[in-house]
């Protein structure tokens, strides 16, 4: 393994480690400023933000390796299918908060902006 897939997958574990932490703790905020509903939308959110990253990083070793396959591509439309779904099961039938679950679907964002900052701060020469 190389230096630079050391640091790569250093990276990586400071963002799962990030999304859980900022999911955790948006959940926690939002259960105390507006109630349960609030709190579990924010966790739902923050759950399918972290399935789409964990896909999102399959999909780019898979690219990125010889193992590349035509069904990557039919995987990668499914998985819209399935995060469309459940967006919409969330909307007409959840009691959960849809504003609260938008917001949480934010978190791997926020996750990936900690791990830029956290590289500027420590940057390596």
Not at 20 to 26: P, Q, V
Not at 85 to 94: D, E, H
């Amino acid at each position: 393994m190389t230096d630079d897939e050391r640091f790569l997958e250093r990276a990586v574990a400071r963002i799962w480690k990030a999304i859980f932490l900022l999911g955790a703790a948006g959940a926690l905020g939002a259960f105390l400023w507006r109630g349960w509903a609030w709190g579990a939308g924010f966790a739902v959110g923050s759950a399918v933000s972290w399935l789409n990253f964990r896909w999102l990083k399959q999909l780019a070793y898979t690219l990125g390796s010889d193992h590349a396959r035509p069904r990557t591509a039919v995987k990668l439309g499914f998985r819209y299918v399935l995060l469309g779904g459940g967006a919409y099961v969330i909307l007409k039938y959840s009691l959960v908060s849809p504003l609260a679950a938008l917001a949480g679907l934010f978190v791997s964002v926020a996750a990936v902006i900690v791990e830029i900052l956290f590289e500027l701060v420590y940057a390596r020469n």
